[in-house]
Nanobody, 129 residues
């Protein structure tokens, strides 16, 4: 079973930047679209960014477009989320996810039963002065 471990979270001031990393183990991620989701306090988990299995296309939530960038290195089994111009509403637990699909499904579809998906335990990001 694919295992995902996130790192890179922390406390950052508004306007600052962070880079999250997700390391996969047990087997490769070449056949998986990879994504980042987040759960803000008191809210449901929401999709933030997704990248296709080859890295050729990516997709973002409207709230992070132009500020966040997702990337991947299949050879190293790593996925990144570069976050810039961070705002207080970006605070939350960030989860790395993999879905057995070449293309990015709609964020709402990632946990549908017809997709094999895997999730990390999450890393906390707090944006505060």
């Amino acid at each position: 079973q694919l295992q995902l471990v996130e790192s890179g979270g922390g406390l950052v001031q508004p306007g600052g930047s962070l880079r999250l990393s997700c390391e996969a183990s047990r087997f490769g991620i070449d056949h998986f679209a990879m994504g980042w989701f987040r759960r803000a306090p008191g809210k449901e988990r929401e999709g933030v960014a997704c990248i296709t299995n080859t890295g050729g296309e990516d997709r973002y939530a409207d709230s992070v477009k132009g500020r966040f960038t997702i990337s991947r290195d299949n050879a190293k089994r790593l996925v990144y989320l570069q976050m810039s111009s961070l705002k207080a509403p970006d605070t939350g637990t960030y989860y790395c996810a993999a879905v057995q699909s070449a293309l990015c499904p709609r964020f709402d579809d990632w946990e549908k039963p017809w997709y094999r998906n895997y999730w990390g335990q999450g890393t906390q990001v707090t944006v505060s002065s």
